[in-house]
């Protein structure tokens, strides 16, 4: 079964092109079945400082833990983080 697409119109502006695509259904225009994954690999994620407090015991036993690491002690904080987040 092939669907007959539709043209995909030309935009002034982003704007309209924007409006277009809120109003519209992009499987008319494009066959995401033939779609492929996108890398991008140079991309860096957005990131955003925060303040943690912890408790200095805590934080010195995360410190000697990055030491016999080798590693900043704000990477391995990171790296833990996630872990435990993919875990949950």
Request: proline share 6%; no cysteine.
């Amino acid at each position: 079964m092939n669907k007959k697409l539709k043209p995909t119109p030309k935009f002034t502006s982003e704007a309209q092109e924007r409006a277009y695509w809120e109003t519209h259904d992009s499987s008319d225009h494009i066959d995401w079945g033939k779609a492929e994954r996108a890398r991008f690999a140079k991309l860096k994620p957005s990131t955003k400082a925060i303040s943690l407090r912890l408790p200095a015991d805590l934080l010195d036993r995360i410190k000697i833990a990055a030491n016999k690491q080798d590693v900043p002690y704000q990477s391995l904080i990171k790296v833990w983080l996630a872990e435990k987040v993919d875990v949950a």
